[in-house]
């Protein structure tokens, strides 16, 4: 199994940023996986998984361990019955695709989730009153101990959230799913973009929510614009002017940048509104928030 070493990982985000890992691979197998992360432990070194970046901001400095891509095998997407058999590097994409073709419906709330299964098992992701937690049936993780199949619960899943640490991979992933006609598969996919086309930005370099909507009666998005942060600039990134829950790369932007624009939008919203704003983008490599006063 080939490692790579020095490999910039902006290439592999969607926000375009972030410095090298020190060794990267892309086992396409269980076997292979369960070769590079003997590889890494007997190392020593951390080891965390990539899928396709959308939720991820990764330091400049770069990530001194292994980063994961999963390939192959562990990218395939199948349908058997009324269940979604995925890999954890499959994209949320082809297996809507699948799924959609197979004729099962309850996985359409992901197309506006530009993720792969197992980011989507790590976040809990979600959108439109649905996420991984409603649908998944048991979710297969590897770490340097060997396999097993855990249920939502095992995982502890709850808003974006899940219990898994890196070093811990989503290998595969099932699904239960429901028949339902193409036809309505369809119509309910174009609804749900069309809403997403209309609320936020989706042609830019963002790496989608960058805070938790917190308990409050103001999502963190209403929150930042009446803050007046839509359209704030700290070096190349930016807080979108059309939706303020999302930083953009407008430029050249490094992760940095858009820390310190985090970093401003947590002290406005406590000053403003007494709220201290949880981050929702997973960070990688040594990256900190300043604390808030
Ligand atoms: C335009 C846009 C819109 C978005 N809209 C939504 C939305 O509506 N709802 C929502 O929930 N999210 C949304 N996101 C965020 C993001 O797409 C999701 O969180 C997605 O699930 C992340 O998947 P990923 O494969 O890109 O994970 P990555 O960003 O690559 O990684 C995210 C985390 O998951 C871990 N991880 C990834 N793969 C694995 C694996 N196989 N095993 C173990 N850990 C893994 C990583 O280590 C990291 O900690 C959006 C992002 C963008 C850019």
Known sequence: MKVDEGVALSRFTTLGTGGPSRAFARPESLAELAEVLAWAGERELPVATIGLGSNLLVADKGFEGLVVKLGGD??????????????????????????????????????????????????????????????????????????????????GLSYRHSELRHGQVVAR??????????????ANVARLQALRKAAQPTNKRTFGSVFKNPEHELSAGRMLEACGLKGHRIGGAQISPRHANFIENAGEACSADAVALMAEARRRALEQFGVELRHEVEFLGHLELPPLE
């Not at 019955?81 to 890999?87: D, I, Q, T, V, Y």
């Not at 590097?89 to 959609?100: I, K, T």
């Not at 992901?110 to 959108?127: D, F, L, Q, Y």
């Not at 396999?147 to 095992?154: I, K, Q, V, Y």
């Open 74 to 155: 562990l990218a395939e997407a199948s349908v058997e019955g009324e269940r979604l058999l995925a890999g954890g590097g499959a994209a949320n994409a082809v297996c809507l695709h699948r799924v959609r073709a197979a004729g099962l419906g309850g996985f359409e709330f992901a197309c506006a989730i530009p993720g792969t299964i197992g980011g989507g098992v790590w976040m809990n992701a979600g959108a439109y009153g649905s996420d991984w937690a409603t649908i998944l049936e048991r979710a297969q993780v590897v770490d340097s101990g060997g396999a097993r199949w855990l249920t939502p619960d095992e995982l």
């Open 173 to 186: 992933a099932e699904f239960g799913l429901a028949p339902l006609p193409e036809e309505q598969i369809k």
